[in-house]
T-cell receptor, first 113, second 113 residues
Framework: AQSVAQPEDQVNVAEGNPLTVKCTYSVSGNPYLFWYVQYPNRGLQFLLKYITGDNLVKGSYGFEAEFNKSQTSFHLKKPSALVSDSALYFCAVNSGNTGKLIFGQGTTLQVKP | DGGITQSPKYLFRKEGQNVTLSCEQNLNHDAMYWYRQDPGQGLRLIYYSQIVNDFQKGDIAEGYSVSREKKESFPLTVTSAQKNPTAFYLC????????????FGQGTRLTVV
């Protein structure tokens, strides 16, 4: 079955430090992977995606993500966190075999000054 | 001004009532999705549609119904059979459902009174 796991409910980092939000996936076909961000009482905003090619994907607001096929992971990273990065982050996968876009549980990122 | 519009933003339902949440997009997207968001549970897929006049159940379709009579519109009805409908509902759309990102509406918060 297609699934996504975000093992951390919350990640806390200090402003200026690097951040990582973890995501692992399970699909039966080629994975198409996405990261989204959600601010309170709003819809989700797209950050970046992995379709094929280079394992390091760059996205909006200085975020990047690393695809690792052997570990079935797609971790979100940023070299230097900002307080304004504090939000809820979702990883999602679409294998293409089912047409379903499946999301992880979400990880709350808290960046402290 | 292209986008995806959900209405209303807030909705109150009495016990035993059916209510319909509106979702309209002018992005010419083929696929549309409905998700339910509860605290700590991430986004769960209710229904999705890849083309007009066709839709599939997601993971939590019981107590919900949809229609896709027009490409632009994908309304969700929360029926009285849904025992715990209080939640934040998100509609999304995408071009090709495999490898393109989804665009989200701003959500409808449904409360049972």
């Amino acid at each position: 079955a297609q699934s996504v796991a975000q093992p951390e409910d919350q990640v806390n980092v200090a402003e200026g430090n690097p951040l990582t939000v973890k995501c692992t996936y399970s699909v039966s076909g080629n994975p198409y992977l996405f990261w989204y961000v959600q601010y309170p009482n709003r819809g989700l905003q797209f950050l970046l995606k992995y379709i094929t090619g280079d394992n390091l994907v760059k996205g909006s607001y200085g975020f990047e993500a690393e695809f690792n096929k052997s570990q079935t992971s797609f971790h979100l990273k940023k070299p230097s966190a900002l307080v304004s990065d504090s939000a809820l982050y979702f990883c999602a996968v679409n294998s293409g075999n089912t047409g379903k876009l499946i999301f992880g549980q979400g990880t709350t990122l808290q960046v402290k000054p | 001004d292209g986008g995806i519009t959900q209405s209303p933003k807030y909705l109150f339902r009495k016990e035993g009532q059916n209510v319909t949440l509106s979702c309209e997009q002018n992005l010419n997207h083929d696929a549309m999705y409905w998700y339910r968001q509860d605290p700590g549970q991430g986004l769960r897929l209710i229904y999705y549609s890849q083309i007009v006049n066709d839709f599939q159940k997601g993971d939590i379709a019981e107590g919900y119904s949809v229609s896709r009579e027009k490409k632009e519109s994908f309304p969700l009805t929360v029926t009285s059979a849904q025992k715990n409908p209080t939640a934040f509902y998100l509609c999304a759309s995408s071009i090709f459902w495999e490898n393109t990102e989804a665009f989200f509406g701003q959500g409808t918060r449904l409360t049972v009174v």
